[in-house]
């Protein structure tokens, strides 16, 4: 019977003999024994090494995979003693591991745009590797490659800017099942007649083009509100709420 390793760095993933890498879930469905990560090395051989380069992280042996100390000491392992400091001390870059976690996992892959978005608007403070595991999970796989670079774009024609509106509007109500505050509807916005709210964001959408101001933030979060309008039905008041965008810059004399 195959004999796969639990893997230290992403729980639902068990690790090969040679080193390759497969979901837990696969290996359960062949029928795969799992076994803990320590046994894939002797005893006399669970000694593992100080990261040249950053304090508190280690490497495991036979693969030279990347842990925190404490979770080497967990797993079963010695920690080698630091015969030479870094050269530039450094804390461990837990942002870099924490992208890199969520980067590596198959719903990632498989949502490439909400992947973004979370990685930008998010940090390992606000959301977990297993929470962000849990909030792309419940997204629609993306099945068409979505183009992330800026581009000129119509207010009535932008399928990224609606994408994007629907992610933020799911992380919105991620956070609310996880008691964190949502942004309220903006309160100069929620006032104005929904017919004349459209109006003033297009003349001023137009106007900051005029300017040659089109990818200015102001300009990027104008157009994301009114393609979210038309193509996901968001009300304008609740989708500049939502991009924190001050809608009082719609008024003329403000």
């Known amino acids: 019977m195959t004999t796969v390793y639990e893997c230290p760095q992403q729980r639902r993933d068990v690790l090969t003999a040679s080193g390759e890498s497969m979901s837990r879930q696969d290996a359960e469905a062949l029928g795969y024994t799992i076994v803990p990560y320590a046994d894939i090395v002797t005893r006399s051989e669970r000694i593992a090494t100080q990261h040249p380069e950053h304090i508190g992280l280690v490497r ?16 079963g392992f010695a920690i080698a003693p630091n015969v030479s400091k870094p050269s530039i001390p450094a804390e461990p870059d837990v942002k870099a591991i924490w992208r890199s976690s969520i980067y590596a996992m198959t719903e ?19 959301i977990t590797v297993d929470q962000a595991r849990a909030f792309l999970r419940g997204l629609p796989v993306e099945t068409e490659n979505t ?6 774009m119509t207010t009535n024609d932008d399928p990224r800017a609606a994408r994007l509106a629907e992610i933020r509007h799911s992380m919105n109500a991620f956070n609310k099942s996880n008691g964190r505050s949502v ?8 006032d104005i007649e929904p017919a004349k709210l459209k109006r003033l964001a297009e003349i001023r959408f137009s106007a900051l083009h005029a300017k040659g101001q089109g990818h200015s933030q102001e300009a990027r979060d104008i157009r994301t509100a009114l393609a979210t309008h038309e193509k996901v039905g968001t009300p304008l008041a609740q989708a500049f709420a939502q ?12």
Do not use: M, Q
């Open 60 to 75: 495991l042996p036979p693969f030279g995979l990347t842990v925190t100390d404490h979770t080497a000491r967990t797993l």
């Open 108 to 126: 990632a892959r498989e949502r490439p745009a909400a992947t973004v978005e979370l990685l930008t608007s998010r940090t390992p403070e606000t």
């Open 147 to 152: 183009d992330t670079t800026e581009e000129t």
């Open 183 to 190: 942004t309220p509807v903006c309160a100069d916005a929620k």
């Open 243 to 254: 991009l924190d965008f001050d809608a009082s810059k719609l008024i003329p004399n403000t």
